[in-house]
């Protein structure tokens, strides 16, 4: 797994700099002479300032689905991100086949898939097109999760908090390895986030400051009592242990400041992810697969049991001496009815016939996220 191309998917709130920083980081890479694989999953962006490999919107036509579905924007890009997501066998195939390049071919395999997602983070983020495209991707490839924040926009520790606490969700939900990018630290610096995160006293003292120059209300909202001051301080105590599991980076994507830092950031989360996230995912792959199995194994006892069921039946017919002719007698031949000449390797026979037929039904060596994608396909086709 050490080899791999490590991916690096972009989320941030709207207008938090993602689509710049993505810019600049394919830039940085290809001034360092190691191009980067680069996919727009973003339907309804106009025009991206970079080159995408693979762009959601050669596929998907972001307007039609809006008037096909009569959808409204945040709908249109949900349903287009779900079409898209009955591709993802395509697209990994495509990267795999990417990342095997042999080393004495002309072009070389990229060390980084670069992933721009749409600007509305919970349409990506809480989707379950999201998920089957972040798990397929972390199942094949090292994968990290780059959250962007526009730094001048969280500077005040109620907006720094509401951000802290919009993270952590994306971590839990995804259970990648993050990266807090902020972003835009020409306009503002980061010292404070950094500070804010390391010491809980310092946060402590940014609070008291704001709560003493009103900016949490002098009247209503609970703006005066305290209470925010205090739910914001026992969240920061909470937010910890959550501060210890990631990096932190200031960048500038403007400037480019910062951009090697970030480089640094992911080769890090590169490592952690093989060492800590690579076997948690094997285990629940592990997991499903076992259920899985298990699953199919019930279904088959309850059909031979069913058989049993309707064999016990059927036997008393079967005392019964069959009226034969003699020129019949070779029906009765092994050849002819091999089943009936050794019922425990009938049944042998039968439960074998049940697991492959089982295994059939299934599509040979397809996933869930194959089935979900199948789904999925057949719920946009039907609506
Ligand atoms: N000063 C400064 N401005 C930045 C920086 N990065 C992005 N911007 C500006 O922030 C605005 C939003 O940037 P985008 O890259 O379009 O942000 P986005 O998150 O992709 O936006 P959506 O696709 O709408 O979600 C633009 O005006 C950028 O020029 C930065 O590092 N410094």
């Known amino acids: 797994m050490a080899d791999l191309p490590v991916a690096v998917v972009c989320v941030g709130m709207a207008g938090s700099g993602k689509t710049t920083f993505m810019q600049r980081i394919n830039a940085h890479l290809h001034s360092k002479k190691q191009p980067p694989y680069v996919l727009n999953l973003d339907p309804a962006v106009l025009s991206v300032p970079f080159e995408a490999n693979i762009d959601i919107r050669d596929s998907i036509n972001y307007k039609e689905v ?5 959808l409204g924007p945040n709908g249109g890009i949900l349903t287009s991100l779900n079409l898209f997501a009955t591709k993802v066998d395509q697209i990994l195939a495509l990267m795999e086949k ?62 720094f908090m509401s951000n802290m606490l919009y993270a952590c969700s994306i971590l839990y939900k995804t259970k990648l390895p993050m990266i807090l990018v902020f972003n835009k630290t020409d306009v503002q610096d980061a010292d404070f986030a950094k500070d804010w995160m390391t010491d809980f006293e310092k946060f402590q003292d940014a609070l008291r400051e704001e709560e003493a120059k ?5 009247e209503g909202a609970g703006g005066g009592s305290g209470y925010m001051s205090s739910l914001l301080n026992s969240m920061s105590l909470v937010l910890e242990e959550f501060y210890s599991h990631l990096s932190m980076v200031a960048v500038s994507s403007t400037t480019g400041d910062g951009i ?11 490592k952690e992810f093989n060492r800590d996230y690579k076997p948690e995912l094997d285990k629940r792959k592990k997991q499903r697969e076992e259920e899985k199995v298990a699953t199919r194994e019930q279904e088959l006892t309850k059909v031979m049991h069913d058989l049993n069921v309707s064999a016990a039946r ?13 020129d019949d007698e070779d029906l009765n031949d092994a050849d002819q009815y091999p089943d009936e000449m050794d019922d425990e390797k009938s049944d ?7 697991k492959a037929a089982l295994r059939d039904a299934e599509g ?13 396909a057949s719920s946009q086709a039907i609506r």
Do not use: C
Request: proline share 8%.
């Open 66 to 70: 809006m008037k096909q579905y009569h």
């Open 98 to 159: 990417r990342s095997r390049i042999p080393p004495d071919s002309k072009t070389r395999p990229p060390h980084h898939f670069l992933i721009d997602t749409p600007g509305q983070i919970e349409v990506f983020v809480w989707s379950a097109s999201g998920s089957i495209i972040l798990e397929s991707l972390a199942s094949s490839f090292p994968t990290v999760i780059a959250y962007i924040i526009d730094t001048p926009r969280t500077s005040s520790t109620s907006t």
């Open 214 to 218: 009103g900016v949490f209300g002098g």
């Open 260 to 270: 090697d830092t970030f480089f640094e950031a992911v080769e890090e989360k590169r």
């Open 314 to 326: 059927r036997k008393p017919a079967a005392n019964h001496e069959p009226d034969v002719d003699e």
């Open 348 to 354: 042998d026979d039968l439960s074998s016939r049940y």
């Open 364 to 376: 040979k060596g397809s996933t869930g996220k194959e089935s979900f994608a199948n789904y999925l």
